[in-house]
Nanobody, 125 residues
Framework: QVQLVESGGGLVQAGGSLRLSCAAS????????MGWFRQAPGKERGFVGS???????TYSDSVKGRFAISRDNAKNTVHLQMNSLKDEDTAVYYC???????????????????WGQGTQVTVSS
Protein backbone atom coordinates (compact mmCIF):
# COMPACT_ATOMS: atom_id res chain seq x y z
CA GLN A 1 0.00 0.00 0.00
CA VAL A 2 1.41 3.34 -1.04
CA GLN A 3 1.46 6.12 1.50
CA LEU A 4 2.79 9.66 1.31
CA VAL A 5 2.94 11.64 4.54
CA GLU A 6 3.76 15.33 4.63
CA SER A 7 5.10 17.10 7.69
CA GLY A 8 6.68 20.39 8.69
CA GLY A 9 3.82 22.76 8.09
CA GLY A 10 2.87 25.50 10.51
CA LEU A 11 2.58 29.20 11.11
CA VAL A 12 5.41 31.48 10.02
CA GLN A 13 5.85 35.20 9.60
CA ALA A 14 6.23 36.74 6.20
CA GLY A 15 9.86 36.62 5.12
CA GLY A 16 10.49 33.50 7.14
CA SER A 17 11.28 29.94 6.13
CA LEU A 18 9.80 26.49 6.49
CA ARG A 19 10.94 23.07 5.40
CA LEU A 20 8.34 20.52 4.45
CA SER A 21 9.06 16.83 4.21
CA CYS A 22 7.25 14.01 2.50
CA ALA A 23 7.93 10.47 3.65
CA ALA A 24 7.00 7.91 1.02
CA SER A 25 6.09 4.31 1.60
CA UNK A 26 6.37 3.23 -2.01
CA UNK A 27 8.29 0.52 -3.73
CA UNK A 28 11.29 1.65 -5.76
CA UNK A 29 10.98 5.24 -4.59
CA UNK A 30 13.93 6.31 -6.75
CA UNK A 31 11.97 5.48 -9.90
CA UNK A 32 9.18 7.94 -9.08
CA UNK A 33 9.23 11.63 -9.85
CA MET A 34 7.83 13.65 -6.97
CA GLY A 35 5.82 16.82 -7.05
CA TRP A 36 4.58 19.45 -4.65
CA PHE A 37 1.23 21.16 -5.08
CA ARG A 38 -0.69 23.60 -2.96
CA GLN A 39 -4.28 24.63 -2.52
CA ALA A 40 -5.47 27.85 -0.95
CA PRO A 41 -9.08 28.31 0.19
CA GLY A 42 -11.39 28.79 -2.75
CA LYS A 43 -8.68 28.02 -5.29
CA GLU A 44 -7.70 25.03 -7.36
CA ARG A 45 -4.76 22.88 -6.40
CA GLY A 46 -1.76 24.24 -8.24
CA PHE A 47 1.74 23.11 -9.10
CA VAL A 48 4.61 24.26 -6.91
CA GLY A 49 7.53 22.21 -8.13
CA SER A 50 8.88 18.78 -8.87
CA UNK A 51 11.98 16.65 -8.66
CA UNK A 52 12.65 14.04 -11.30
CA UNK A 53 14.28 10.67 -10.76
CA UNK A 54 17.50 12.28 -11.96
CA UNK A 55 17.27 14.94 -9.28
CA UNK A 56 16.51 17.74 -11.71
CA UNK A 57 13.90 20.19 -10.51
CA THR A 58 11.22 22.42 -11.99
CA TYR A 59 9.26 25.20 -10.31
CA SER A 60 6.29 27.38 -10.89
CA ASP A 61 7.12 30.99 -11.63
CA SER A 62 5.54 32.10 -8.37
CA VAL A 63 8.07 30.22 -6.23
CA LYS A 64 11.13 30.13 -8.45
CA GLY A 65 14.16 31.45 -6.62
CA ARG A 66 12.48 31.11 -3.21
CA PHE A 67 11.65 27.41 -2.96
CA ALA A 68 13.90 24.41 -3.44
CA ILE A 69 13.03 20.74 -3.74
CA SER A 70 15.38 17.89 -2.95
CA ARG A 71 15.07 14.17 -2.56
CA ASP A 72 16.84 11.57 -0.47
CA ASN A 73 16.38 8.19 -2.09
CA ALA A 74 18.09 6.40 0.79
CA LYS A 75 15.36 7.65 3.14
CA ASN A 76 12.44 7.67 0.67
CA THR A 77 11.94 11.33 1.41
CA VAL A 78 11.45 14.52 -0.53
CA HIS A 79 11.82 18.00 0.93
CA LEU A 80 10.45 21.41 0.05
CA GLN A 81 12.55 24.25 1.43
CA MET A 82 10.53 27.46 1.40
CA ASN A 83 12.28 30.78 1.93
CA SER A 84 11.15 34.40 1.79
CA LEU A 85 7.59 33.30 2.43
CA LYS A 86 4.75 35.60 1.45
CA ASP A 87 1.11 35.84 2.48
CA GLU A 88 0.10 34.32 -0.83
CA ASP A 89 2.04 31.15 -0.01
CA THR A 90 -0.58 30.29 2.58
CA ALA A 91 -2.15 26.99 1.52
CA VAL A 92 -2.34 23.30 2.17
CA TYR A 93 0.72 21.70 0.62
CA TYR A 94 0.59 18.23 -0.92
CA CYS A 95 3.27 15.92 -2.18
CA UNK A 96 2.55 13.48 -4.96
CA UNK A 97 4.24 10.72 -6.92
CA UNK A 98 4.20 10.15 -10.65
CA UNK A 99 5.57 7.42 -12.86
CA UNK A 100 5.72 9.78 -15.82
CA UNK A 101 8.93 11.35 -16.98
CA UNK A 102 9.33 14.79 -18.48
CA UNK A 103 8.52 18.36 -17.61
CA UNK A 104 5.33 18.18 -19.69
CA UNK A 105 3.83 15.89 -17.08
CA UNK A 106 5.22 17.27 -13.83
CA UNK A 107 3.03 20.34 -13.59
CA UNK A 108 -0.22 18.46 -14.30
CA UNK A 109 -2.22 17.07 -11.41
CA UNK A 110 -3.58 14.24 -13.54
CA UNK A 111 -0.05 12.92 -14.03
CA UNK A 112 0.23 11.91 -10.38
CA UNK A 113 -0.91 8.52 -9.16
CA UNK A 114 -0.46 9.00 -5.42
CA TRP A 115 -1.06 11.92 -3.07
CA GLY A 116 -0.42 12.73 0.54
CA GLN A 117 -3.01 14.14 2.91
CA GLY A 118 -1.48 17.61 2.94
CA THR A 119 0.05 19.90 5.52
CA GLN A 120 -1.10 23.44 6.31
CA VAL A 121 1.25 26.37 5.82
CA THR A 122 0.09 29.74 7.09
CA VAL A 123 2.11 32.89 6.48
CA SER A 124 1.23 35.90 8.58
CA SER A 125 2.22 39.47 7.81
Amino acid sequence: QVQLVESGGGLVQAGGSLRLSCAASIRSFSTWAMGWFRQAPGKERGFVGSVATTGSTTYSDSVKGRFAISRDNAKNTVHLQMNSLKDEDTAVYYCAATGYSGSYYYSRRESYAYWGQGTQVTVSS
